[in-house]
């Protein structure tokens, strides 16, 4: 029996052995080509059968296998499927490649990220590939063109000057209308003026109000989301880049000068002698004394030599960048450290910016369960800005020098009062004044004043002197800094708390020396300084759940914000010394409460989120998400607005009657509906606050005595509350041709009620406006985005991306008033009317000019008549009679335009050939009208060539100029002439 027993157990040991043989174990670790990090849940199917294994957590798996398996299939989301065959080997490392689709990208939503194949709302992503190589210094201007929806407009020429964001459209009046910036997580007011380009790895737009309302309150006009970069777990890394430009002005002012101007005048008065018709000028009728005497001073003083003051506003400048960053690590610790240097010269004088940036980004994985994130980036930014506009150069006459010469100052050193001008002094129009002059006329006459005569009667300062006597600096010293701690405490269930706080201190100087802007200017200098602090802390639990086909998202979270802003300015006046400007030296502080003062203030946020996000099979799409805030900016009970979305989408190509659509990769329709708020208004609107004022007490006059009053700007209203923005939109995605073209296109409408708008008071409340919570303004818009890889091999590249957008914008409602007028800086008038867009221009419609004094008296003959001055003369404009009254008055004005273009697009392009790339972009505008309210102000001579046709096809040209009112009949009556005379008519004269 023990032989038995004992050849049975043997019998049994070999079998076993027998069936271990059969199988065999293979182990390995998978990680991502992008980054190295090992990647945790990759499906592996052991030949392509059903069932299988996945990887750990450090990207780790182990399989046990047949002895005649012969391959392993490697699968995860958003990654290139890999086959591999086994062979003999038992120890295999997988290196996973992302797949070639926009439907694998993942996109930053608000506090957190989506792919953007679930992506259900209006985002639009721009990945800092060839960000950080535009000829620019700010992110804001390198976005220019590139993203549909989204308006970046240049305001001025300065260098470092803030361009106007605008997505899709305008949802404010009153209020602020700038999109919120959010850089990693904190929203900044100025975030895209100080970040480093090079430091940018994406840049989100969350255009519609689904997508938005995760921000609530401030979200009304989109969201721009910066995400910078982080280390990879790999070898260190180091990236240099410089670049460099130039700027050069394409073309200036077409400006007269005064000999050119003076030459035309007479030659229009020799036109008129020719004329029965008309009666010839003399005197003043041919050209104002001051104007006779500025051309002598051109032609004899300065020999004929005129002063194009445009060039002494501008240059020729150059912009720099330098960016150097390292970045590295392991799989616990990542870092990326980079440092920026940005110098940009605008074209004027006296324009420079200089930006430092510094940046440190660790992540730290300091257990299985725990994810440290670190966050410095301090900045350092000088400035200085010219002290004179662009336009004031144009408008200067030609006839003075910039510097005294030799010749002028012996002329002006003949009157006691400038005895002392020597040669190289700025020149000023009153150095000028009160002198008798003498000298030739073009048409051969001489002339002499019969009294001092003032060429130019202006007590100002040239603008160059101005401009060099004048110094405006700034020094902003700004911090970032952010830390977030994440922690898993179940699968699938994080919490992350985040503190960050950002400070801005400011510090400003404004000095003019003496006589800076006008003889007798005591010197004065103007000291600012801001500091600017704001706290957020953001606490969250977020829960991801996948269950076969079925993908949930769930977002729980409570932030608080704190802003605390101290501004400060004083005024000196009086320094003993130009070269010495700090403030001790001052004999006199301005003690106006515009001058000096010290205001300090707290606001406060408050805000409860959730967000829900479901997909199924990757075909069925939901999102909903609700926000409540509470404001410091309104009074108890007005504090709270609440801000709900929900969007669903379908992707049409993951169901099963479409597998056989080969040409279309992704076709996915997207619909959304949310709210978002807005609280941009000033500081306690809804209190009035008290400000330093003057009473008069006792008999008599009285005796001075100081005190307070409300505000006498506007009224407070303790019932203003959020201005809400709500917003439907529907948008479609295709792919066509595996991806190689790729189609977004979104239709939209928003309606903003309850607009915080700065309402007329009654006269007898003795302040001119009151805040209150009245109207609505209503956006329509369709916007195009298109990227196709038109050309891919192994060593060239080329992709082309164009966008366009259009919007249109009404007035729904403005309380009780049914159009408000407001004038502008140089007299226009804009309407706002309901029914109608939000800014229009309103005046008079004009029909030709008046041809002659005989027309204007056949006119008025006929019964036309009008109170208004300058309305019938020569060469003026006719102005229509809109309402057939006969009479030429406020009631004839009309809607004469609108500032909104018809679109705007923006197209770029870019090829790649090894080591070596070619980019450039277009961007535009089409349609859209504007108002040049500059001859108002300025009396420019603008030169206007129109070339009329002999019958001989000789071609002659004709200069016209818009004049002051006494010339004003050149444009009709030179022209009515030529066309009676051309055919005998020198051309060599007209040019």
């Not at 914000?561 to 700090?582: A, F, H, R, V, W």
């Given at each position: 029996?023990?032989?038995?027993?004992?050849?049975?157990?043997?019998?049994?040991?070999?079998?076993?052995?027998?069936?271990?043989?059969?199988?065999?174990?293979?182990?390995?670790?998978?990680?991502?080509?992008?980054?190295?990090?090992?990647?945790?849940?990759?499906?592996?199917?052991?030949?392509?059968?059903?069932?299988?294994?996945?990887?750990?957590?450090?990207?780790?798996?182990?399989?046990?296998?047949?002895?005649?398996?012969?391959?392993?299939?490697?699968?995860?989301?958003?990654?290139?499927?890999?086959?591999?065959?086994?062979?003999?080997?038992?120890?295999?490392?997988?290196?996973?490649?992302?797949?070639?689709?926009?439907?694998?990208?993942?996109?930053?939503?608000?506090?957190?990220?989506?792919?953007?194949?679930?992506?259900?709302?209006?985002?639009?992503?721009?990945?800092?590939?060839?960000?950080?190589?535009?000829?620019?210094?700010?992110?804001?201007?390198?976005?220019?063109?590139?993203?549909?929806?989204?308006?970046?407009?240049?305001?001025?020429?300065?260098?470092?000057?803030?361009?106007?964001?605008?997505?899709?459209?305008?949802?404010?009046?009153?209020?602020?209308?700038?999109?919120?910036?959010?850089?990693?997580?904190?929203?900044?007011?100025?975030?895209?003026?100080?970040?480093?380009?090079?430091?940018?790895?994406?840049?989100?737009?969350?255009?519609?109000?689904?997508?938005?309302?995760?921000?609530?309150?401030?979200?009304?006009?989109?969201?721009?989301?910066?995400?910078?970069?982080?280390?990879?777990?790999?070898?260190?890394?180091?990236?240099?880049?410089?670049?460099?430009?130039?700027?050069?002005?394409?073309?200036?002012?077409?400006?007269?000068?005064?000999?050119?101007?003076?030459?035309?005048?007479?030659?229009?008065?020799?036109?008129?002698?020719?004329?029965?018709?008309?009666?010839?000028?003399?005197?003043?009728?041919?050209?104002?004394?001051?104007?006779?005497?500025?051309?002598?001073?051109?032609?004899?003083?300065?020999?004929?030599?005129?002063?194009?003051?445009?060039?002494?506003?501008?240059?020729?400048?150059?912009?720099?960048?330098?960016?150097?960053?390292?970045?590295?690590?392991?799989?616990?610790?990542?870092?990326?450290?980079?440092?920026?240097?940005?110098?940009?010269?605008?074209?004027?004088?006296?324009?420079?910016?200089?930006?430092?940036?510094?940046?440190?980004?660790?992540?730290?994985?300091?257990?299985?369960?725990?994810?440290?994130?670190?966050?410095?980036?301090?900045?350092?930014?000088?400035?200085?800005?010219?002290?004179?506009?662009?336009?004031?150069?144009?408008?200067?006459?030609?006839?003075?020098?910039?510097?005294?010469?030799?010749?002028?100052?012996?002329?002006?050193?003949?009157?006691?009062?400038?005895?002392?001008?020597?040669?190289?002094?700025?020149?000023?129009?009153?150095?000028?004044?009160?002198?008798?002059?003498?000298?030739?006329?073009?048409?051969?006459?001489?002339?002499?004043?019969?009294?001092?005569?003032?060429?130019?009667?202006?007590?100002?300062?040239?603008?160059?002197?101005?401009?060099?006597?004048?110094?405006?600096?700034?020094?902003?010293?700004?911090?970032?800094?952010?830390?977030?701690?994440?922690?898993?405490?179940?699968?699938?269930?994080?919490?992350?708390?985040?503190?960050?706080?950002?400070?801005?201190?400011?510090?400003?100087?404004?000095?003019?020396?003496?006589?800076?802007?006008?003889?007798?200017?005591?010197?004065?200098?103007?000291?600012?300084?801001?500091?600017?602090?704001?706290?957020?802390?953001?606490?969250?639990?977020?829960?991801?759940?996948?269950?076969?086909?079925?993908?949930?998202?769930?977002?729980?979270?409570?932030?608080?914000?704190?802003?605390?802003?101290?501004?400060?300015?004083?005024?000196?006046?009086?320094?003993?010394?130009?070269?010495?400007?700090?403030?001790?030296?001052?004999?006199?502080?301005?003690?106006?409460?515009?001058?000096?003062?010290?205001?300090?203030?707290?606001?406060?946020?408050?805000?409860?989120?959730?967000?829900?996000?479901?997909?199924?099979?990757?075909?069925?799409?939901?999102?909903?998400?609700?926000?409540?805030?509470?404001?410091?900016?309104?009074?108890?009970?007005?504090?709270?607005?609440?801000?709900?979305?929900?969007?669903?989408?379908?992707?049409?190509?993951?169901?099963?009657?479409?597998?056989?659509?080969?040409?279309?990769?992704?076709?996915?329709?997207?619909?959304?509906?949310?709210?978002?708020?807005?609280?941009?208004?000033?500081?306690?609107?809804?209190?009035?606050?008290?400000?330093?004022?003057?009473?008069?007490?006792?008999?008599?006059?009285?005796?001075?005595?100081?005190?307070?009053?409300?505000?006498?700007?506007?009224?407070?209203?303790?019932?203003?509350?959020?201005?809400?923005?709500?917003?439907?939109?529907?948008?479609?995605?295709?792919g066509l041709f595996k991806n190689t073209v790729s189609i977004s296109a979104d239709v939209y409408q928003s309606k903003t009620d309850q607009l915080l708008l700065k309402q007329s008071a009654m006269a007898f409340a003795g302040v001119p406006l009151a805040w209150n919570n009245i109207g609505s303004l209503r956006n329509r818009g369709l916007e195009l985005e298109i990227t196709t890889n038109n050309f891919k091999r192994k060593d060239f590249k080329w992709t082309t991306s164009l966008n366009v957008s259009h919007n249109r914008n009404k007035i729904i409602e403005l309380g009780a008033e049914a159009f408000l007028l407001n004038q502008g800086e140089r007299t226009e008038v804009y309407m706002n009317r309901v029914g109608d867009p939000l800014i229009q221009y309103f005046g008079y419609k004009t029909n030709g000019v008046w041809?002659?004094?005989?027309?204007?008296?056949?006119?008025?003959?006929?019964?036309?008549?009008?109170?208004?001055?300058?309305?019938?003369?020569?060469?003026?404009?006719?102005?229509?009679?809109?309402?057939?009254?006969?009479?030429?008055?406020?009631?004839?004005?009309?809607?004469?335009?609108?500032?909104?273009?018809?679109?705007?697009?923006?197209?770029?392009?870019?090829?790649?050939?090894?080591?070596?790339?070619?980019?450039?972009?277009?961007?535009?505008?089409?349609?859209?009208?504007?108002?040049?309210?500059?001859?108002?102000?300025?009396?420019?001579?603008?030169?206007?060539?129109?070339?009329?046709?002999?019958?001989?096809?000789?071609?002659?040209?004709?200069?016209?100029?818009?004049?002051?009112?006494?010339?004003?009949?050149?444009?009709?009556?030179?022209?009515?002439?030529?066309?009676?005379?051309?055919?005998?008519?020198?051309?060599?004269?007209?040019?």
């Open positions: 029996m023990k032989k038995i027993h004992c050849l049975f157990i043997m019998l049994f040991l070999l079998a076993g052995t027998v069936a271990t043989a059969q199988k065999r174990t293979i182990t390995g670790k998978v990680t991502s080509q992008v980054n190295g990090e090992a990647l945790q849940g990759v499906s592996i199917l052991v030949d392509k059968q059903k069932g299988g294994f996945t990887t750990n957590a450090e990207g780790v798996y182990t399989v046990t296998v047949e002895k005649n398996t012969t391959t392993l299939v490697f699968s995860y989301v958003g990654f290139i499927m890999q086959t591999v065959v086994i062979e003999d080997r038992t120890k295999i490392d997988i290196v996973l490649s992302p797949a070639i689709t926009d439907n694998a990208e993942v996109v930053v939503i608000g506090y957190g990220t989506q792919k953007k194949s679930h992506l259900t709302g209006a985002v639009s992503k721009y990945k800092n590939e060839k960000l950080d190589e535009s000829p620019v210094t700010r992110l804001d201007q390198a976005l220019q063109g590139k993203i549909a929806g989204v308006q970046i407009q240049n305001l001025s020429s300065e260098a470092g000057s803030d361009p106007k964001i605008r997505v899709r459209g305008i949802s404010s009046i009153n209020a602020g209308a700038n999109p919120l910036v959010v850089i990693d997580g904190h929203p900044v007011p100025d975030g895209l003026s100080f970040i480093n380009m090079s430091d940018v790895e994406s840049v989100e737009v969350l255009k519609d109000a689904a997508s938005a309302a995760i921000y609530g309150s401030r979200a009304a006009s989109g969201v721009i989301i910066v995400t910078t970069k982080s280390g990879k777990a790999e070898k260190t890394k180091y990236s240099v880049k410089f670049s460099t430009g130039a700027k050069t002005a394409y073309e200036l002012y077409p400006m007269m000068t005064t000999t050119e101007y003076t030459n035309l005048l007479f030659y229009e008065a020799s036109l008129k002698a020719k004329d029965p018709s008309i009666t010839p000028p003399t005197g003043t009728g041919i050209i104002a004394n001051n104007e006779r005497a500025a051309y002598i001073v051109e032609s004899q003083l300065m020999g004929g030599k005129a002063t194009n003051w445009q060039e002494q506003a501008i240059r020729s400048a150059t912009v720099r960048n330098l960016m150097i960053n390292m970045s590295g690590g392991t799989r616990q610790v990542k870092y990326f450290i980079s440092g920026a240097y940005q110098r940009d010269q605008g074209m004027m004088y006296h324009s420079e910016y200089d930006r430092f940036n510094l940046r440190t980004k660790l992540d730290v994985q300091l257990s299985k369960r725990i994810k440290l994130t670190f966050n410095v980036n301090p900045s350092y930014n000088k400035r200085e800005r010219p002290s004179v506009g662009y336009i004031d150069f144009v408008r200067f006459q030609s006839f003075l020098p910039v510097y005294h010469t030799t010749t002028t100052a012996a002329f002006v050193n003949q009157v006691t009062q400038w005895a002392n001008v020597k040669p190289g002094d700025f020149a000023q129009a009153r150095h000028f004044n009160g002198r008798v002059y003498s000298g030739m006329m073009p048409d051969g006459s001489m002339w002499v004043t019969s009294s001092p005569t003032d060429p130019f009667s202006t007590s100002n300062n040239t603008p160059k002197s101005v401009m060099e006597t004048r110094t405006i600096t700034s020094n902003d010293y700004r911090v970032l800094s952010s830390g977030d701690l994440t922690v898993n405490i179940i699968p699938g269930l994080d919490f992350k708390t985040t503190g960050s706080v950002y400070v801005n201190y400011t510090q400003g100087l404004d000095f003019a020396k003496r006589n800076s802007n006008r003889e007798g200017d005591v010197n004065k200098g103007v000291y600012n300084k801001r500091l600017f602090i704001d706290m957020l802390t953001e606490n969250t639990l977020n829960y991801s759940k996948q269950i076969k086909n079925h993908s949930l998202n769930v977002l729980a979270g409570f932030t608080a914000q704190k802003t605390k802003i101290d501004d400060e300015q004083i005024t000196g006046l009086d320094y003993p010394s130009d070269n010495i400007t700090t403030l001790n030296t001052a004999a006199l502080i301005d003690l106006a409460k515009e001058s000096t003062f010290n205001t300090k203030n707290q606001i406060g946020l408050l805000s409860y989120l959730g967000r829900i996000t479901y997909s199924y099979d990757n075909r069925y799409m939901l999102s909903a998400s609700y926000r409540t805030d509470g404001s410091s900016y309104f009074a108890p009970g007005k504090k709270w607005g609440s801000f709900p979305s929900v969007s669903v989408g379908w992707v049409i190509t993951q169901e099963k009657f479409m597998d056989k659509v080969n040409w279309l990769n992704n076709l996915k329709l997207r619909a959304s509906y949310g709210a978002t708020g807005n609280n941009r208004i000033i500081d306690f609107a809804f209190v009035d606050l008290l400000y330093a004022a003057n009473y008069p007490i006792g008999s008599g006059t009285g005796t001075s005595t100081m005190g307070q009053v409300p505000s006498r700007d506007i009224l407070s209203n303790p019932d203003i509350t959020w201005e809400r923005t709500f917003q439907y939109n529907g948008g479609i995605d295709i041809l002659s004094q005989a027309e204007i008296d056949a006119a008025r003959a006929a019964g036309l008549n009008s109170a208004l001055s300058n309305v019938f003369v020569p060469g003026g404009l006719k102005l229509v009679d809109v309402d057939g009254n006969n009479v030429i008055d406020a009631n004839d004005r009309v809607v004469t335009g609108s500032p909104y273009p018809d679109f705007t697009w923006g197209l770029s392009n870019t090829f790649s050939y090894k080591a070596f790339d070619l980019s450039f972009m277009f961007q535009g505008v089409q349609g859209g009208d504007l108002v040049n309210g500059d001859p108002n102000y300025n009396e420019t001579k603008d030169i206007i060539r129109i070339i009329i046709k002999t019958a001989g096809s000789v071609q002659c040209s004709l200069v016209m100029v818009t004049r002051r009112t006494q010339h004003s009949d050149l444009t009709g009556c030179l022209l009515i002439m030529l066309w009676k005379m051309h055919h005998t008519m020198p051309c060599g004269k007209l040019s």
